[in-house]
């Protein structure tokens, strides 16, 4: 796995060179009908070139998952033989030679807890004890309700994580709460004040005038579902690890999706406030379907110098508004932004800036928002507990449901600190 994406990444290496080499050709004395052909070059080696990086994501992806799959069943092998198991009889201790892994894979292919030995029922309440801890629930487990082992939850969040950048923690400000009641923000502004002259002997003046304004904003908890994945019992007595994996990467994503969205457009009437929603218009475009690169950097400076400074600022656009900056050229036909350099490993800048890819974002046309700058450290996402994730085999039988369940919100703190492009 490791050669193979060296090889993909020594490949994108030879497109840049490529590219770049075909850039360099076209000069003020090259025919019209040669640059355009080596425009056309120059475009094909780079949209090559996001092809593979797409293609690396998903190699690099996929071999975390085998590994964490291969230590999870070195572990379930461990556990299964006790210590000090010499004989391999195994141990009459419960839960020494059980896991919930195993009890749980039982318990979905329909064996039923009243069949089980008294090891495994053990095992299957105390797992059951555990996620009970997140939340409570009127529906006891032997009506057909159970929660899925550790591993899936964890693959829910991951595939959150990577579907869209708003519900990355390390984008936006997140707050983690175990319920769901109402949350006052308090919001200040208070750039536009500073302290004035003293003249000895004087008073210090005490009319109120220059207090400190204190405004207040909400965050709520709203609650989304994925509706119910159902799958056969034969499928799951013949592939139960790969369902795993395959039942939390499509949970995952529609959880992520819901909420990328939501906090992206979401209007902030019985739903989050989304930050292309919420922001202020920094720069109106000349043209509707078309920005220019002036109006990117107005944009930019639309925005008070404090903010730009925070480690948190950055752009935010859809992958066809990163194809339409792409291609902005300056009077010799010269592309005005490349992407960082693949052999070095620096990161890709947007105008000095990082940027992050929100396909949840409005493409460029009529009064639309296709590009938002600004600290997202003032933008705030709160997250009730963690996404809750149900098992039914009662409800189906013979075949078996899974579900998910979130709840989240989100609202821009500062109204300075994010501004929004809007196109005329």
Known sequence: MAKRIKELREKQARLVEEARERLDQITSETDEARAKELEEQHDAAMAEHDRLEKQIEREERLAGIEKRHEERMQQDRERRRPVNDTEGRGSDEPGDGVTYREVFAQMVCGVSPVDMTSEERATLQRGATNFEQRIQTGAAP???????????????IRSMAMWGPMYDENICTVMNTASGNP???????????????????????????????????TLNAYSYDTEFIRWSWELDMDSIFNMETLLGSLLGERLGRIANRRLTTGTGADAPHGVATAATVGKTTAGASAITWDEIMELEHS????????????????????LACRKLKDGQGNYLWQKGNVQEGTPALFNN???????????????????????FGKYFVRKVGSPVIGVLRERFWPQ???????????????????KAMANA
Request: aromatic share 8%; hydrophobic share 35%.
């Open 353 to 375: 800036k990082p940027y992050s890819i929100n396909q949840h974002m409005a493409s460029i046309g009529t009064g639309n928002r296709p590009m938002v700058f600004g600290d």
């Open 400 to 418: 078996l449901g899974i579900a998910g369940l979130i709840r989240f919100d989100g609202e821009l703190g500062d109204t300075d600190a994010i």
């Open 303 to 322: 925005v008070d110098p404090a903010y730009r400074a925070s480690p948190k600022c950055r752009y935010m656009f859809n992958d066809n508004t990163l």
């Open 183 to 217: 949350i006052p923000i308090p919001t200040v502004n208070d750039t536009a004040n500073e302290a004035a002259e003293h003249t000895e002997g004087a008073d210090l003046t005490d009319d109120g005038g220059a207090d400190v304004v204190f405004g207040q904003k």
């Open 142 to 156: 032997t009506g057909g309700g159970y929660t899925v082992p550790t591993e899936l939850a964890n693959e829910i």
